[in-house]
């Protein structure tokens, strides 16, 4: 296994946290590694909170501007001097991360213009991390040495992709460490991406934004169901674990790979291509919710499908006026024979919602958000993170053109669901708590 002896023999076994005695780690049959309660847990309750073994900000974090250090999204970033890519908020953030950092800088420099994948910076630091291990407090129930890389499940062709990748590194990593072949022994490159491709979580902000990506190891016990009873929001680059449902001692917790926003084969044919596996959950093997999903003319949604690619793409190159003139027209001359509950149609008057945010078009932003959450209402659990940021992504705009009474049955409905999801201390929670507030305020003047 990757790391094999060399870490376990470097790696101290601390007591447990007071969060992990809650959890227990088990065989879940068929499923390899799983984590269960071990007492009855409450919707909302904090199950665990921790530090990533490695992270970094990615591509799309570059994008929309985040600190390397705190991935706080801020305008007028501070740049490294010496490898033009990293940015902070100040230089305050810039020294807590200088540990991590330093070291990659110059592999990165070696490489300015050109930056390297999400994946290889990830690995990089992972590999720096190892070279002068501590124990981290993420490992406590299930360390790195333990992972699974899922190689002989993987097709050749990924397989030719990950020692791709593996070359690139050690000529990425050169720089600083000299020969990376007299890595010590048991620190294979090739499994480590191996690892990384299935056990690597995307970090979000609140409003569900990538900004990042990182390994988080005990957390990657938690097993995929398409319906789960816990969800992982984050704060900063802490992880927080929460239980979305009553759930009882010896039960089995579980989180969604993905965004559910999907029929059955979409979902399976994706966890398959990522994380190797077949989807056997009740959602997946009874194909719920397909039939509303895919509702309305079957060629329309084709249709939709594929405008909706071109869309990303226009919104990706920054084109928001064509981007919100085609989600206009597919939306005209389909929304006849497209329900509001068709996914297709869904994410197009989320592109249109989009485009129209960012050309500062706050009546059509309404309109279309406001025509999603019934669609989101239905394909959501009721306590889903995806669900609350839909709901204050429409307060918001109902409070912003002083829509004040209906933007308050909106944001109480998010606040409702964001005390469960993200927990009341959580910026975004006490955003919507301020907002709520405002809107009191502009009624009670009224």
Not at 155 to 175: C, F, P, V
Not at 403 to 415: G, H, I, N, S
Not at 437 to 444: F, I, K, Q, S, T
Request: proline share 4%; charged share 25%; hydrophobic share 35%.
């Amino acid at each position: 296994s990757v790391c094999g002896t060399w870490v376990l023999r470097r790696r101290s076994s601390p007591a447990l946290s007071t969060m992990a005695r809650t959890l227990r780690r088990f065989c879940s049959p068929g499923r390899g590694n799983g984590l269960r309660a071990g007492a009855p847990l409450r919707p909302g309750e904090l199950l665990y909170d921790c530090e990533p073994f490695a992270c970094t900000v990615s591509r799309k974090g570059r994008d929309r501007d985040t600190c390397e250090s705190c991935f706080a999204r801020k305008k007028g970033l501070l740049r490294c001097s010496q490898c033009k890519i990293a940015r902070y908020c100040d230089a305050s953030c810039q020294k807590q991360a200088w540990p991590e950092h330093k070291r990659e800088c110059k592999c990165l420099r070696s490489l300015h213009p050109r930056i390297p994948t999400d994946s290889m910076r990830l690995v990089g630091r992972m590999v720096f991390r190892l070279l002068n291990y501590s124990p981290c407090s993420s490992e406590e129930l299930y360390s790195l040495s333990e992972h699974e890389s899922h190689i002989k499940e993987m097709s050749e062709d990924k397989r030719e992709g990950l020692r791709q990748l593996t070359a690139m590194l050690q000529l990425y990593l050169r720089e600083e460490m000299g020969d990376v072949l007299d890595l010590p022994p048991g620190l294979d490159l090739f499994h480590l991406f191996a690892k990384v491709t299935c056990n690597c979580f995307t970090i979000s902000d609140g409003e569900l934004q990538e900004v990042g990506v990182g390994l988080y190891p005990s957390m990657s016990l938690l097993n995929h169901d398409c319906d789960p009873n816990c969800v992982i929001v984050f704060q900063g680059r802490r992880l927080l674990l929460r239980a979305v449902r009553d759930i009882q001692p010896g039960e089995e917790l579980t989180v969604s790979y993905i965004d559910v926003l999907s029929p059955a084969q979409d979902r399976r044919t994706q966890l398959r291509s990522q994380y190797c596996f077949t989807c056997d959950c009740r959602r997946c093997e009874t194909g719920d919710k397909d039939a509303d999903m895919l509702a309305g003319d079957e060629r329309a949604g084709r249709v939709v499908r594929e405008a909706v690619t071109t869309v990303e793409q226009l919104q990706a190159q920054q084109q928001w006026e064509q981007a919100l003139a085609l989600c206009k027209n597919v939306i005209h001359n389909h929304g006849d024979v497209l329900p509001d509950s068709n996914i297709h149609l869904v994410k197009m008057l989320d592109s249109a919602t989009d485009a129209c945010v960012n050309l500062a078009r706050w009546d059509g932003a309404l309109h279309y958000s406001t025509r999603t959450l019934w669609a989101y209402g239905m394909y959501y659990p009721q306590f889903h993170p995806a669900r609350a940021v839909q709901l204050v992504r429409v307060g918001k705009l109902q409070l912003y053109l002083e829509k004040f009474r209906e933007a308050l049955v909106t944001l109480k409905q998010a606040y409702d669901v964001m005390k469960v999801t993200h927990g009341a201390a959580h910026p975004l929670t006490c955003d919507v708590e301020r907002m709520l507030g405002e809107c009191r305020a502009e009624l009670d003047r009224a």
